[in-house]
């Protein structure tokens, strides 16, 4: 066995084999992250230019490559650029349907036009592949839909015929899973396609907004064993690692955020929308089940704080729709130059993605250390004089931990209600995404402020500028 | 058949190594985690470019190469950049 210049591609591969692990291993720890992010980037690279060393492309074949280039690259480029920090959800959704797609289209491509000549592997292969493809796609897609609010959860798929439905659809792929074993290039092709497309969408879309981070885990996962399979249909053993390895991280991912929801994967899969259908519009906890709200101005929430001691801000999505973490960070600055001690309480699933908050504070220079995780922060609660809540709503209700009923009985969740005074700026009275009313706002010490966060915040702002709050630091 | 059980035991080894390599995730991470992962599922492109190779003189293969190439080029470049936008704001302040 001498290592000659022949073999640089095989070696080129176990380097990427290498650096991909390392990236993945290192995007786990904060401190390395950012590098590890570069180095599967770079093991990308390698992998790619390996292939090409290897395979001695002609020129059209590297016409063909340029314009899949430009296409791809291009579009990725903006996306990733113009993005705002609150879509990320949706981006990565959309971002893994790609994905999907294009391990789709490989089998697609290979089945039509070299299907006759293919063996018993391959036939498996491009069954699994467009398989697995097509619900990536699909359900990606109805997830970024969800997200992005083009979707609602839409009332028949509560009823349990769903299941019926589905297995259906599921037992329609195996028949033509089956049928291309005999004819790959026959009609079962693109049945195996419409099932599996139309499996992913009847899967998916039943699912409730508040469990969508999982699915997306779970998607990302699918996407994985995609590029897998479509490494067993072209024969690379590179792809069969890369693919095994995302299929499995993303498993245990997903694992971990069910954790964090008190949440089983198949409640989540299986159970339907917490809460029932049609959860944005109300669901069960509409305005008329309200009936101990207390409501109070900026003014009197700006003396509240002008008065405390120790400060907790619980941020959830309604702080990333209304772009409000620059005000924010801008009043736990006041506050802080003011003697407050001021911290941040993250749920793990606050938000429509684990870590969304982490990223939306980051963005406005928020301290690292101020991010305090759940179990940190909850037996600190009682000795908080006041609490923010901006547009945070189920992962702050109490209800989660007294009332076995609520369908969030279980959940772990922020013990805000332990706090002496706390304030909860929202919209309106609407539910929140799982569709519960919230015991939290009809408390004896809550007051809620309406309106969007950022224009609460500002308000916030100038109230306690115009009582003078921060300048007498300076006196100091 | 060999090439068959190679790529067999190459799934389980790379499957086994997927589950070992993360196993507490801080919070924080959860997002970027999750991104960077998706980046590199479009490991698939490398498939496309198989695809493109093999097409020969097929343009209709040759087309739907270069669009699943596209895609999953999509995939892996939006992939990397957005995941480091993300990390790129969580550069440590202070101490340490």
Request: glycine fraction near 12%.
């Amino acid at each position: 066995m001498n290592l000659s210049l022949s073999q640089l591609p095989q070696v080129m591969d176990l380097v990427a084999v290498l650096l991909l692990s390392l990236g993945i291993k290192g995007l786990s720890k904060v401190r390395s992250a950012r590098a590890a992010n570069g180095l599967a980037a770079l093991a990308m690279a390698l992998a790619v230019v390996g292939l090409l060393i290897q395979s001695h492309p002609t020129t059209t074949t590297w016409l063909w490559i340029a314009v899949g280039l430009a296409l791809g690259g291009l579009a990725g480029v903006v996306t990733a650029m113009k993005v705002p920090m609150t879509a990320m959800p949706e981006t990565v959704a959309l971002f893994n349907g790609c994905g999907g797609l294009a391990s789709l289209m490989v089998a697609l491509g290979v089945a039509l036009f070299q299907g006759a000549e293919s063996g018993g592997v391959e036939r498996v292969s491009i069954a699994i592949s467009l398989f697995v493809g097509a619900i990536t796609f699909s359900g990606s897609i109805v997830a970024m839909a969800k997200l992005q609010g083009w979707l609602e959860t839409p009332a028949w798929t509560q009823s349990s015929l769903r299941h019926a439905v589905n297995l259906a659809l599921a037992l329609l792929c195996l028949g033509a899973a089956l049928l291309l074993w005999s004819e790959p290039a026959g009609p079962a092709l693109w049945l195996e396609v419409v099932a599996a497309s139309l499996l992913g969408i009847g899967v998916t879309l039943p699912i409730g907004g508040a469990d969508m981070p999982v699915v997306i885990s779970l998607l990302n996962s699918y996407s994985g064993v995609a590029a897998a399979a479509a490494g067993f249909v072209v024969g690379s053993q590179l792809l069969i690692v890369a693919g095994a390895m995302v299929g499995a991280a993303g498993l245990i991912l997903t694992q971990v955020m069910c954790t964090a929801m008190n949440r089983s994967l198949t409640s989540v899969l299986f159970g339907g929308a917490l809460g029932g259908a049609t959860t944005s519009v109300g669901g069960g906890g509409s305005e008329a089940g309200y009936t101990r709200i207390t409501s109070c101005s900026p003014e009197e929430c700006a003396m509240a704080l002008e008065q405390a001691e120790r400060v907790v801000f619980v941020p959830g999505y309604g702080l990333a729709v209304a772009q409000a973490q620059h005000s924010l960070r801008e009043l736990a600055k006041l506050l802080e130059a003011h003697g407050v001690e001021v911290s941040y309480a993250i749920h793990p699933v606050a938000g429509r993605m684990p870590g969304h908050m982490n990223v939306l504070l980051a963005e406005a220079d928020v301290p690292y250390e101020q991010l305090i995780e759940m179990e940190t922060i909850n037996p600190e609660f009682p000795r908080t004089d006041v609490v923010i809540v901006l547009g945070a709503n189920d992962v702050v209700n109490p209800q989660a931990k007294n009332d076995p009923t609520s369908p969030l009985y279980g959940m772990p969740v922020l013990e805000v209600d332990q706090a002496r005074q706390i304030f909860v700026v929202k919209r309106s009275l609407g539910a929140g995404y799982a569709g519960i009313a919230n015991a939290l706002f009809e408390l004896p010490q809550t007051a809620m402020v309406f309106g969007d966060a950022k224009a609460v915040l500002n308000g916030l702002l100038s109230e306690l500028r115009g009582m003078g709050v921060g300048k007498e630091k300076a006196l100091v | 058949m060999t090439s068959l059980t190679q790529s067999l035991w190459v799934l389980l080894l790379g499957s086994l190594l997927g589950f070992e390599l993360i196993g507490k995730v801080p919070p924080t991470l959860h997002t970027p985690l999750m991104s960077g992962a998706n980046a590199i599922s479009g490991i698939t492109m490398l498939a496309s470019l198989t695809l493109i190779q093999q097409a020969g003189g097929n343009t209709p293969l040759q087309i739907i190469g270069a669009l699943s190439l596209g895609f999953a080029l999509f995939n892996v470049i939006g992939g990397f950049l957005v995941t480091d936008r993300m990390l790129a704001m969580f550069r440590r302040k202070g101490n340490s």
